[in-house]
C-alpha cells in the first residue's frame, strides 16, 4: 500500500503563500491521478485540485489563478503551490492517489481515491 506524506503546511498572513509536497512511498504519480483536498472545521473534505497521470490539471473554482498543481515524476512528489492565500483557504490539506491507474473520472470525488496522507495544517489569519 502506498504511502503517502504531506508537508509545507503553516500559519500565514492573507495574501502570503505556501507551498505542500506529497512524497509517495512508491513510482506512483506517473501512472495515477493526484489531488489534494482539504477539509475545514464542520464542514466535508473538498476538493482542491488534481493532476492527472496524464499531467491534466483541475481546480476548484474558488483557487483557479492562485494555486497551481505539479508533479515530479523523478521524485515521485507532488506539490501544491498557493499564492494570494486567503481565511478561506484555511484547513487539514490532504493529498491523495485515485484508486485506479490511468484513471481520471470524476477526479473530484474523495470516495474514488483508495490512498491519502495525514494532512498537513494550513491557517490564513486576516
Known amino acids: 500500500q502506498v504511502q503517502l506524506v504531506e508537508s509545507g503546511g503553516g500559519l500565514v498572513q492573507a495574501g502570503g503563500s505556501l507551498r505542500l509536497s506529497c512524497a509517495a512511498s512508491e513510482h506512483t504519480v506517473s501512472f495515477y491521478t493526484m489531488g489534494w483536498f482539504r477539509q475545514s472545521p464542520g464542514k466535508e473534505r473538498e476538493f482542491v485540485a488534481a493532476?492527472?497521470?496524464?499531467?491534466?490539471?483541475y481546480y476548484t473554482e474558488s483557487v483557479k489563478g492562485r494555486f497551481t498543481i505539479s508533479r515530479d515524476k523523478a521524485k515521485n512528489m507532488v506539490y501544491l503551490q498557493m499564492l494570494s492565500l486567503k481565511p478561506e483557504d484555511t484547513g487539514v490539506y490532504y493529498c491523495?492517489?485515485?484508486?485506479?491507474?490511468?484513471?481520471?473520472?470524476?477526479?473530484?470525488?474523495?470516495?474514488?481515491?483508495?490512498?491519502w496522507g495525514q494532512g498537513t495544517q494550513v491557517t490564513v489569519s486576516s
Open positions: 493532476c492527472t497521470w496524464s499531467g491534466d490539471t
Open positions: 491523495a492517489r485515485y484508486a485506479r491507474a490511468y484513471e481520471t473520472t470524476a477526479y473530484d470525488l474523495a470516495s474514488l481515491y483508495d490512498a
